[in-house]
T-cell receptor
Framework: GESVGLHLPTLSVQEGDNSIINCAYS??????FIWYKQESGKGPQFIID?????DKRQGQRVTVLLNKTVKHLSLQIAATQPGDSAVYFC???????????FGKGTRLHILP | ETGVTQSPTHLIKTRGQQVTLRCSSQ?????VSWYQQALGQGPQFIFQ???????GRGNFPPRFSGLQFPNYSSELNVNALELDDSALYLC???????????????FGPGTRLTVL
């Protein structure tokens, strides 16, 4: 597969603004999608999930939108805070062996 | 904190050696999945263990093997280490009810393996 190397896409957002992180998934048969946050030196942390029978789900300060027509997933973070700085991964689970497939990740950088 | 623990935190090995990594799952979980995360990339699925048996495997050679114990903890073993095996190894636990699983996986902090 293609190697991303060290150059993750980066999104820079002013503190207090809303952040929108986008993801295109690969498998039209996927029926479960998850967003993970990974801080430096730590394992991925579950943020929010959504099943394919929904197109929107809200959590605390976060919203996930699912567009199955174009196989697109987005994560919206309201009132972005310095603690939101991390790499964000979308993931899908739709294969018969139930493995989770991670996307390439987006680094969120918060500007003071 | 997820309640998933891994040991050791860091490990340095030389090419050709063998390594064993350990994972304790979160209380109430019965399934453990292992992932390899190279620097700057997303985690790649290695395999999953349920009821002490392998329940799905990614694109990794047979020198990657695992075990799950009756208490649901798990080990990842890698034989004949190669330089490209240097990565963060993550385990994730979940509860599988026996039907098709869409259960959330919770990750441990990982073990950083360096192969020289």
């Amino acid at each position: 597969g293609e190697s991303v190397g060290l150059h993750l896409p980066t999104l820079s957002v002013q503190e207090g603004d809303n952040s929108i992180i986008n993801c295109a998934y690969s498998n039209s048969a996927s029926d479960y999608f998850i967003w993970y946050k990974q801080e430096s030196g730590k394992g991925p942390q579950f943020i929010i999930d959504i099943r394919s029978n929904m197109d929107k789900r809200q959590g605390q300060r976060v919203t996930v939108l699912l567009n199955k027509t174009v196989k697109h997933l987005s994560l919206q973070i309201a009132a972005t805070q310095p603690g939101d700085s991390a790499v964000y991964f979308c993931a899908e689970n739709g294969s018969r062996d139930d493995k989770i497939i991670f996307g390439k990740g987006t680094r969120l950088h918060i500007l003071p | 904190e997820t309640g998933v623990t891994q040991s050791p935190t860091h490990l340095i090995k030389t090419r050709g050696q063998q390594v064993t990594l350990r994972c304790s799952s979160q209380s109430g979980h019965n399934t453990v999945s292992w992932y390899q995360q190279a620097l700057g990339q997303g985690p790649q699925f290695i395999f999953q263990y349920y009821r002490e048996e392998e329940n799905g495997r990614g694109n990794f050679p047979p020198r990657f093997s695992g075990l799950q114990f009756p208490n649901y903890s798990s080990e990842l073993n890698v034989n004949a280490l190669e330089l490209d095996d240097s990565a963060l190894y993550l385990c994730a636990s979940s509860f599988f009810s026996g039907r098709t699983s869409t259960d959330t996986q919770y990750f441990g902090p990982g073990t950083r393996l360096t192969v020289l």
